[in-house]
């Protein structure tokens, strides 16, 4: 990197006054020069690209910085140490001030001070610098260090866009040598995404393929790593946008877009998850869901009619195959009109949901944004006469074709909207729908693809057409289902699933990564998709297990089943012109298989909800690629296939046809192989043994990992004890365990309990601390303590002060004990 020592001087927070001084003689030499042409479109200039000129100018307001060239105007913010805002008008007047990614931007920095030489202008914290160098107007980033992490190749420019108003904006980076670059959302593309240029466009990408872009999220974010250190560019422009990663120019990376402004916000690291976190303080966490939400859930297009819902849940049950949550498709309403029931089919749907609730199942049903034209029907009539229906430039409606045949469209841009869309989940929540289902919201039109350009949106009071709104339609479609639901179900948390997004959307929803195929190429693509997400912001995602479209076999639905077990969300699903795909479709081995990995996923569900916690509390991703563990080590960076369930358990897929081994990368430290107890010392590749019944999976050594017993569903018996597997370790390592309700927003009020345990050992001893912060009280007593891959045989364990004689050494050296779940301290000694 490059290292910059300014010599310079405070400013001392004053604002940099400069004085225009208007000679008369040049008013006079210009009005002399001025002369009427007969065609006064001979003096218009052509339309080009316009850059930044020299800066001369700065004034300060609070915590924002402006800097004119006498023309343009850039805007510099402090947000906190970390994070640093950048705006650019072209001709010195911002657009107002909104982001639906952004809800409220809050100053949080400690200090900050504008310094001024001659060479450049420079907004400094106590942890990056801003530089906005005077000679060119380039703007660069530096560390506390003076390590330049980010700087300009190219001044910022725009042209102006004749056809709509306003401006093209661009931005222009230099790509270093080594740079690596990742996030974007759902990509299908290698997880390192240098040499690539993407596009943001929500788009209905039905069997997508390898590299095709866009689909149908846009999270304009993305990380790179230079030398070992971090930052983040959220480029937060909700119009179609595109990123190069030194694809056209290998010296350079850049992000533009076709209207709006050159916003973006500067994030630094030095860590990927440092990274990630103050994205999060941004956009926002994932709210807690509700605990069934991460069971297994089974969909499909459709399970029509109601017996045939019964049966595949029946199925389920007989199967002995855990299972929370079951889907209703575009056929349980009647001609595909939102918020209704063939009755035909559905007769009775709330007597049908309570059978379904009383054996364990949550109802999740589908909702689409297109409504029928049809005045006799309800929802309809209501968004006519309330004019809540998007509209084209010359007021006509925006209507197109979707299920339904003709439909119209609300704009969910419009508070007004929302809350009347939100309403409308009432009927359904009475009958007991559990979770809701937002498809088709990129928003997908037959034939045309999407909405015209001249559609007006209401945006929030600050208008916009289609241009605008087009990327945020789907998260405000979600974002008035979330709200909607959490007003009617009062104190119980909304399940939500969106299929299109931006940047923010983790606040309303979880997602998956749509209509995939049935073929080992896109078990891979999944894999990638799902760790891409989780750095992205959007922690809560998942595949259709098994592939939408197109016919798995037998092996690939059970080693999709086995990634989808440590997926945090976990749903099959496939389309009507294919064969069923439930977890027993296939027949043994495979059901034998798929039942024990779904277990699995039954038995891990408290660790996985205490993951969910550190996201939402703490902005920690769920997934974490091997590079956000070892970002210093470059061969890292193009490592794709292995990736952690939170920081303790490691997952490796099995993602080719008959692979009965394969290798996979342990990141330093040591590693208990998940299924033999064997410890393995990591900072290298292993070959692992990966016959069809397992796949390789670790747990870093000194790991606490809670287990539940195995239920057909979540709640179906009262816990009595809770298990913890702990894992030896011959140094200090910390774990968690989040407790609450699993279904109310009581943890908002601090109703909750964190437990953390410290583990520690040596040749002759292993010793764990717990400790606990919280107002919750588990209603079981104690802890089934399971110890794993002690040095030696255990002759002591004390307790709180205790001996304690009930014990048992097994034959693969585990050691077992009993003891209240109150503990502050437990001593095996040898």
Not at 16 to 28: A, G, L, P
Not at 305 to 313: D, F, L, N, Y
């Amino acid at each position: 990197m490059e290292s910059i020592t300014p010599n310079e001087e405070p400013v001392n927070n004053k604002l940099v006054e400069s004085e225009n001084i208007v000679e008369t003689e040049n008013i006079v030499e210009e009005e002399e020069e001025f002369h009427h042409l007969n065609n006064p479109a001979d003096g218009i200039k052509p339309i080009i690209k316009k850059y930044l000129g020299t800066p001369n100018h700065a004034d300060q307001l609070g915590n924002k910085f402006f800097f004119t060239d006498g023309d343009a105007k850039v805007e510099v913010v402090v947000v906190t140490d970390l994070i640093i805002r950048v705006r650019l008008a072209p001709h010195g007047v911002f657009l107002d001030e909104f982001s639906y990614a952004v809800p409220k931007l809050e100053h949080k920095a400690a200090e900050f001070t504008l310094f001024e030489d001659e060479n450049e202008f420079r907004v400094a914290t106590k942890s990056i610098n801003c530089h906005i160098r005077k000679q060119d107007f380039f703007i660069s980033f530096s560390d506390s260090n003076s390590r330049v992490t980010s700087t300009d190749a190219v001044p910022m420019h725009w042209e102006e866009n004749v056809k709509f108003g306003g401006y093209y904006v661009f931005c222009t980076k230099t790509c270093h040598t080594d740079e690596s670059f990742f996030g974007l959302g759902d990509k299908p593309t290698e997880f390192n995404l240098r040499g690539k240029r993407l596009k943001n466009w929500n788009t209905d990408a039905y069997s997508f393929q390898w590299n095709q872009d866009p689909l149908y999220r846009s999270i304009p974010f993305y990380i790179s790593v230079n030398e070992g250190v971090a930052h983040g560019i959220f480029f937060d422009n909700t119009f179609k946008a595109q990123f190069d990663f030194g694809a056209e120019d290998t010296t350079k990376t850049s992000f533009w877009a076709d209207g709006g402004e050159l916003q973006y916000y500067y994030i630094h690291g030095p860590h990927m998850m440092d990274v990630v976190k103050s994205y999060h303080t941004l956009t926002g966490t994932h709210p807690m869901p509700p605990l069934w939400a991460l069971g297994y859930h089974q969909c499909r297009w459709s399970y029509y009619p109601e017996s045939k819902v019964k049966k595949i849940t029946r199925g389920f049950r007989e199967n002995k195959i855990p299972c929370d949550g079951i889907y209703l498709d575009i056929d349980y309403m009647d001609g595909y009109r939102c918020f209704t029931w063939n009755r035909k089919y559905f007769p009775d749907p709330k007597k049908m949901i309570s059978e379904l609730a009383a054996d364990g199942f949550k109802t999740v049903v589908i909702i689409d944004p297109g409504i029928r034209v049809d005045d006799n029907y309800e929802v309809f009539k209501q968004g006519k006469e309330n004019r809540y229906f998007c509209r084209r430039s010359d007021d006509y409606f925006m209507e197109g074709h979707v299920w339904p045949g003709r439909c119209q469209f609300p704009d969910f841009t419009n508070p007004e909207v929302r809350t009347w869309w939100g309403g409308l989940f009432d009927e359904l929540v009475q009958m007991g729908v559990a979770g809701v289902w937002n498809d088709m919201n990129e928003p997908a039109v037959f034939g045309a693809g999407t909405f015209p350009d001249d559609v007006r949106h209401q945006y929030d009071g600050f208008r916009g057409s289609h241009r605008k709104a087009h990327n945020v339609y789907g998260m405000q479609m979600v974002r008035s289902t979330y709200e909607g639901l959490r007003n009617i179900m009062k104190n119980k948390r909304p399940f939500t699933i969106t299929r299109a997004g931006y940047s923010g959307v983790q606040r309303f929803s979880s997602v998956w990564t749509g209509d995939n195929v049935a073929s080992w190429e896109h078990l891979k693509i999944g894999n990638i998709q799902c760790q891409r997400l989780s750095v992205s912001g959007i922690p809560f995602c998942g595949t259709d297990i098994g592939g939408f479209s197109g016919e798995p076999d037998g092996e690939l639905f059970t080693r999709w089943i086995q990634m989808g077990t440590f997926s945090p969300f976990m749903r099959a699903h496939s389309a009507g012109d294919t064969k069923e795909r439930e977890p027993w479709s296939f027949g043994e081995p495979y059901t034998a298989i798929n039942r024990k990995f779904i277990e699995l996923r039954y038995r891990l569900i408290p660790y996985l909800y205490s993951t969910f916690w550190e996201h939402h509390r703490y902005g920690f991703p769920i997934l974490r690629p091997i590079v956000m563990h070892e970002q210093d080590v470059k061969l890292n960076h193009y490592r794709q296939d292995e990736f952690t369930y939170g920081d303790k358990i490691l997952v490796c897929p099995v993602m080719e046809p008959g692979q009965t081994k394969r290798n996979v990368y342990l990141p330093k430290g040591k590693w208990f192989n998940f299924w033999t107890y064997e410890i393995l010392e990591g900072g290298k590749e292993v070959t692992v043994p990966t016959p069809l019944e397992t796949m390789p999976v670790f747990v870093k050594a000194g790991s606490v990992i809670p287990e539940y017993p195995v239920m057909q569903y979540v709640g179906q018996h009262e816990i009595e004890e809770v298990k913890l597997n702990i894992y030896y370790t011959d140094y200090e390592v910390n774990s968690f365990l989040f407790e609450d309700y699993g279904e109310t927003f009581a943890y908002e009020q601090d109703i909750y309990l964190e437990k953390k345990f410290v583990v520690n050992g040596n040749s002759r001893e292993l010793s764990i601390q717990q400790s606990m912060e919280g107002l919750y009280t588990p209603r079981y007593e104690g802890y089934h303590i399971n110890v794993i891959g002690l040095p030696f045989k255990p002759g002591k364990i004390i307790a709180d002060g205790k001996v304690v004689s009930d014990f048992i050494v097994n034959p693969d050296g585990t050691v077992e004990l009993k003891f209240s779940k109150n503990f502050k301290r437990i001593e095996i000694l040898r």
